[in-house]
């Protein structure tokens, strides 16, 4: 934390890319894939907010240091295979 | 300081003519502004346009409302316009027109009018169409020999920067200047 | 240096040009038009290198100039009214984004009623958005500032973009004689732009990020001291600009014979410039009066408003735009400003010109004589603010 003023720049500027930041822990309800009922048709990747969604063999990968489980692609799913389960369980 | 108004109609290149004849003047040293009325402008409307010359750095922003000189680049705007209005004592007419100095002296009631056959002249340098002729060169070579303001070399090398038909532009201003009639028949 | 005739609109495109502006953003809009015909022209032909950006609006047109500016570029762009107004939000932006921008605003009545014609309401009410704002009086000044604004704006103890005001066909369709100076002799004062921090793939970075409270009063504060460095950066700036070309503006404002005047009339624009002839007229007469042209809006040119009170009996201020509900902007700014001060002479505000209209040597010698009433009267709150001319019968007529 800046102490003075002069310590802080004209402009707020972000020197730590989003990569960085772990925003996973903003998330109360986890996205889980059930392989076996995947179509692999990508709706999930394409509709992920995030980008927290990468292609795998057998369907979406996720990336949970990022995804803040907002249940787009749950809800997005065509055949509902991804299930958002609750982080404390 | 010397004002100048331009009466013609959208089209005619009333707005160019005054700025011709300013830039005529700047290449003599003299400081110079020209500006259209501050207006709609339509093709076919009737348009005004100012000049004012000055030895000294005009300062002044304001329109002209009192000319030392009115040049109407079309005879029919004595009809739709009353051109004289606010011409100073003594003030210089020049009208492009055919008919007789005198008459339109009368008409008037203005003793210092010049005239031009500037239609013609156009015309003759294939400037504009037979319905829409651009006098405004014409008029401006006129103006020079009128108001005796700058010389014709000066309308001539004014004339010649412009765009496109420089040297008819530059022929017509010429021929007008031989052509024009001036106050008295002199 | 060549010198010809041009209208503002022209020396406008050339400023920017010699200025070596480098991304062009802008949509037309009456009496701006032709400057950005005029640059478009200019670039198609080869002669300026850079980037005219074809943008939807002029809210698009300052979004572009601010990412440009971004990303090191100098930007320009140009516009005019209801361009500007639609623009206010991203000037907000690229006042708090610290991008030196330049853009020049060709002053015009904001509708309805439509209108076309000069009127400063337009740049008047853009005055907290952290721009700095010029106004010119003549075509030279026009080309003048945008080179001196870049000076300014891009100067690290200011970097805020910079508003160059011109007044609609008093200028913007005005030829008159403009000394083009040299390219080399421009490039000799205004280096290229180089921000210390900007966009750059190879070293990513995030602009414009979300600041929580205990800190976002330490940025708004950073640009007001922006803002108040720029004061003395004018100066200097015209200064250096004089010594190159023998032309000054007055730094932060352009005072008239005002050394040794009584009475003391206050606006900005082509007005004033009719006003300076009336001056010399007077003068003549034997009465003592001078004329102070507003150069620059933003930052407030404090202390020479403050000059002029420990001189002149009374300050009459024209304002060509109207704050409803109180006053004129100007004539608001200058009492503000001395209110803390020792010496306060009586201020009559005059709002004159507005919507175009014709602002004569008539005008400015009876607003001179009825200041000089004014002043003998005594004044009080009664007829503070006159709308000079209005058909109300308020002015008299010989002078309306």
Redesign the interface.
């Known amino acids: 934390m800046p102490q003075t003023i002069d310590e802080i720049p004209p402009t707020p500027i972000n020197t730590v890319d989003s990569k960085t930041v772990k925003t996973g822990g903003w998330r109360a309800f986890r996205p889980v894939c059930h392989y076996e009922k995947c179509i692999r048709c990508w709706t999930c990747w394409k509709f992920c907010p995030d980008v927290s969604i990468s292609l795998g063999e057998e369907g979406p990968i996720y990336d949970y240091d990022h995804c803040k489980g907002c249940g787009i692609c749950a809800n997005e799913c065509p055949v509902k295979c991804i299930e958002m389960v609750p982080e404390n369980k | 300081m010397i004002e100048i108004r331009f009466h013609g109609r959208g089209g005619q290149g009333a707005v160019v003519a005054s700025?011709l004849f300013?830039?005529a003047a700047?290449l003599e040293g003299k400081?110079?502004?020209?500006?259209?009325y501050?207006g709609?402008e339509r093709r076919g409307a009737p348009v005004t346009a100012f000049t004012k010359i000055d030895s000294d750095k005009?300062?002044?922003?304001?329109?002209i409302?009192e000319p030392d000189i009115v040049v109407v680049l079309e005879p029919s705007l004595l009809q739709a316009v009353n051109v004289t209005e606010g011409l100073k004592e003594g003030g210089l007419v020049l009208i492009n027109t055919e008919e007789d100095a005198k008459d339109i002296s009368e008409r008037l009631g203005v003793k210092n009018v010049a005239t031009v056959g500037a239609t013609k002249i156009a015309l003759a340098n294939k400037l504009g169409s037979r319905v829409q002729p651009i006098v405004n060169t014409a008029i401006v070579g006129a103006l020079a020999k009128a108001s005796g303001l700058v010389s014709i070399d000066s309308v001539l090398k004014a004339v010649l920067k412009l765009p496109l038909y420089a040297d008819r532009n530059a022929e017509a201003a010429k021929q007008a200047y031989e052509a024009t009639a001036l106050p008295g028949g002199a | 240096m060549v010198k010809e005739i041009m209208a503002g609109n022209k020396a406008t495109a050339y400023g920017a040009m010699l200025a070596r502006a480098q991304v062009i953003a802008a949509y037309p809009i009456t009496p701006q038009t032709t400057i950005v015909e005029r640059i478009a022209d200019l670039i198609a032909a080869g002669k300026w290198d850079a980037k005219y950006v074809m943008v939807e609006s002029e809210h698009s047109a300052m979004a572009a100039s601010v990412a440009a500016s971004n990303t090191g570029a100098r930007a320009f762009t140009a516009t005019s009214a209801h361009g500007l107004a639609l623009m206010h939000e991203v000037l907000m932006w690229a006042a708090g984004a610290r991008t030196p921008c330049v853009l020049v605003n060709v002053n015009r009545a904001m509708g309805p009623p439509w209108s076309v014609y000069a009127d400063h309401q337009d740049s008047m009410a853009q005055r907290d958005t952290g721009v700095i704002q010029f106004y010119c009086e003549n075509n030279q000044e026009i080309l003048d500032s945008i080179v001196i604004a870049y000076k300014v704006a891009e100067d690290p103890s200011v970097l805020l973009p910079a508003m160059v005001n011109q007044d609609a066909f008093y200028l913007s369709h005005t030829s008159e004689p403009v000394d083009i100076p040299d390219q080399e002799l421009v490039d000799g004062y205004l280096p290229p732009f180089r921000p210390s921090i900007k966009l750059d793939v190879e070293d990513p970075k995030g602009f414009g990020s979300f600041i929580m409270p205990p800190q976002y009063m330490e940025f708004r504060a950073h640009m007001a001291r922006g803002m108040d460095a720029a004061r003395e950066r004018i100066r200097k700036a015209d200064r250096e600009w004089k010594e190159i070309t023998g032309r000054s503006y007055g730094g932060m404002m352009d005072m008239y014979r005002c050394e040794d005047a009584d009475f003391i009339l206050f606006g900005a624009g082509t007005m004033m410039s009719t006003a300076k002839e009336v001056v010399d007229a007077l003068r003549k007469e034997g009465r003592r009066v001078g004329v102070a042209r507003l150069r620059v809006f933003r930052p407030f040119p404090y202390e020479e408003v403050r000059y002029l009170a420990d001189r002149a009996h009374a300050i009459g201020i024209l304002d060509r735009a109207f704050t409803f509900g109180r006053g004129g902007p100007l004539y608001n700014e200058t009492n503000g400003q001395l209110y803390n001060h020792k010496n306060r002479p009586p201020t009559k505000n005059y709002i004159v010109g507005v919507g175009g209209r014709d602002v004569r040597q008539k005008h400015i010698r009876g607003i001179f004589d009825d200041l000089e009433r004014f002043e003998k009267k005594g004044y009080g709150n009664e007829g503070e603010v006159h709308w000079w001319g209005l058909l109300d019968g308020s002015t008299p007529e010989v002078e309306r």
């Open positions: 700025q300013a830039d700047f400081d110079v502004q020209a500006f259209p501050f709609v005009i300062r002044d922003k304001a329109m409302y």
